[in-house]
């Protein structure tokens, strides 16, 4: 009798540590961190303009925007960041009301090169005013037709390298040379998320934390298949984003033996979504795992004052109490709620303070552990075959009209 196994064992840590180590010369991001960063911040020196206008869409754009937007509401910077991301008129027209085309640089973004979002968004916004090399920079893959494009044009080119996939892309020219460009420390990014790589591959204090989740999650996917990311801050509100393209589109996979994978991520911002989103969580069906992103260090201490309106004595108790500490106290609260019930997984992060190194080394935890859940799967992480289906049918649909 012949035997052919069709499915699949959890993989003990060692195996998969192992696994990740071995994809370490494979997979490009894994080595972003270690990169030099002095050519880049020569360029970015060289641009002059006060708009910087990102045109790009997923991977070009998401962890961008998720570092610019932890950033910007506590650090000052000369220039201004704009992302042309969508195909959708009303938001194109929205987009060029905040922006001085005559005082804008433009750095479009597309790994293939071919981006259909991307291109009609160029093709477009080059009918507004002329896009050339004194006002443009092209991030693409080294022998892509964007690339040409650019080198046929004495355009300032950056490349992507094959190896980096878009929603891994985030600490390469992808979102180094748009965020130094505007006055972001990108060292102090790549530091951050050094940090984390170097203490995870050396078995450190990230280790455990990231392969014990990463395992969890896997063991308890049938139960527990909704993993929902609540964030205590709007300036994570870009990071809740990128982290749902990162999840999804890495997790959500046919895994060796034919069995699609259901790792549905969610993103909310507390305590905005206690009013909508937590009854779910609390009473509704048992299919979710909840991870608290809270801030240890707002840098900013303004407070409820008092004696300001009548007939509210019976809420003194929020009387001269800073709002970055009523945040902390709403999250607890929640998290103490959850912990209550004894039925829902759920585990804690604290960021520092709101800074380059502490935002990279989150995101670079998060990319780790979804590498490490795809081992663990036995899926293919870096791959979207699901997504191309639709873009072949696109390109078809569009060349018959």
């Not at 994570?236 to 589109?249: A, D, M, P, S």
């Not at 609390?282 to 300001?308: A, H, L, Q, R």
């Amino acid at each position: 009798m012949e035997y052919n196994k069709n499915f699949y064992q959890i993989k003990s840590n060692k195996v998969i540590f192992d696994e990740l180590k071995n994809e370490i010369d494979d997979v490009g991001y894994y080595n972003l961190p270690l990169q030099d960063t002095t050519n880049i911040k020569k360029f970015a020196k060289t641009v002059k303009q006060k708009h910087i206008v990102v045109v790009g869409i997923g991977g070009s754009t998401l962890g961008t925007i998720a570092i610019y937007n932890f950033l910007k509401k506590s650090k000052s910077y000369d220039k201004s960041l704009h992302f042309f991301e969508s195909t959708d008129p009303m938001n194109i027209k929205a987009q060029l009301k905040k922006i001085d085309l005559n005082n804008a640089f433009f750095i479009v973004i597309s790994k293939s090169g071919t981006t259909i979002e991307t291109i009609s968004l160029f093709k477009y916004l080059s009918s507004k005013i002329k896009i050339d090399k004194t006002n443009c920079a092209i991030i693409s893959e080294i022998d892509s037709k964007l690339t040409n494009y650019a080198n046929k044009h004495n355009i300032k080119t950056f490349e992507i390298p094959k190896n980096v996939g878009g929603r891994f892309s985030v600490f390469s020219n992808v979102g180094l040379v748009p965020l130094a460009i505007i006055g972001v420390d990108i060292d102090e990014l790549l530091k951050g998320a050094k940090k984390i790589r170097d203490s995870f591959f050396s078995q450190g204090e990230f280790y455990e934390p990231i392969m014990q989740k990463a395992r969890f999650i896997v063991e308890q996917k049938n139960k527990f298949n909704i993993n929902v990311l609540f964030s205590y801050s709007s300036c994570l509100e870009g990071f809740n984003k990128w982290y749902i393209q990162l999840w999804g589109e890495s997790l959500g996979k046919t895994n060796i033996n034919g069995t699609k994978q259901a790792l549905t991520p969610i993103g909310l911002i507390g305590p905005v979504d206690q009013h909508s989103f937590l009854q779910l969580i609390m009473e509704g069906k048992g299919d979710k795992t909840v991870t608290f992103i809270k801030i240890s260090d707002f840098e900013n201490e303004i407070i409820i004052p008092d004696n300001t309106l009548d007939g509210f004595d019976d809420l003194d108790y929020i009387d001269n109490l800073s709002f970055s500490r009523l945040i902390d106290k709403q999250a607890d609260a929640i998290i103490q709620s959850i912990k209550n019930l004894k039925d829902i997984p759920c585990d804690v992060i604290t960021i520092e303070k709101i800074d380059e190194y502490n935002i990279a080394s989150l995101m670079f935890s998060y990319q780790l552990l979804v590498s490490a859940i795809g081992r663990f799967l036995q899926i293919n992480t870096y791959d979207q075959p699901g997504v191309e289906a639709g873009k072949i049918i696109l390109k078809k649909e569009l060349k018959q009209k």
